[in-house]
DNA sequence: GCCAACGTTGGC
DNA sequence: GCCAACGTTGGC
């Protein structure tokens, strides 16, 4: 089982959205790398949910619901969505500046990629992070 | 509001 | 195929 972290404006589609929506087609990524982490992803992955621009912070826990198919909202090229179902908020947000000062999160992609918004997150990351959150799985 | 990072485009 | 120019994203 892999773990990954995909990134949003709130303003664009926040967390508490997918809270309400339960579940959501991820559409709309335009860049590679973050396409190619979509295809790696399998039904029941974790995926943590972050909030850029004000928030700067990990807010929830989401899962892999579908695996990757071709993005119904892209006009042409080659592009990829999944869908991802909210599992649980975290019971405290990590923000960006906690991650940075943690020995294990400041290695995440997240924060030495700021602009991919689809990243992969370690095993080890992923329960630090959720240590640092206090959420259980 | 600025700037760094980075991806894309287009001229050569 | 290279690289300069440009646009976008996101943190500060």
Redesign the pocket.
């Known amino acids: 089982m892999n773990c990954w972290l995909v990134?949003?404006?709130p303003d664009t589609y926040s967390w508490s959205q997918l809270l309400g929506d339960r579940r959501t087609a991820w559409t709309g990524v335009?860049?590679?790398?973050a396409r190619n982490h979509l295809r790696a992803m399998k039904s029941g992955d974790p995926v943590f949910f972050?909030h850029?621009?004000d928030e700067?912070s990990v807010v929830g826990l989401a899962r892999v619901a579908k695996e990757s198919y071709t993005d119904p909202t892209a006009d042409d090229g080659d592009w990829s969505a999944v869908d991802i179902a909210a599992e649980k908020p975290l019971a405290r947000q990590v923000t960006?500046?906690q991650i940075?000062a943690d020995k294990t999160l400041k290695e995440m992609v997240?924060a030495?990629?700021?602009?991919?918004?689809v990243s992969p997150v370690t095993r080890e990351q992923f329960e630090r992070l959720l240590k640092l959150s206090e959420t259980k799985v």
Do not use: C, D, I, V
């Open positions: 990134k949003s404006e335009r860049n590679y790398a972050y850029s621009g700067k960006l500046a940075k997240l030495k990629q700021s602009r991919l918004s």
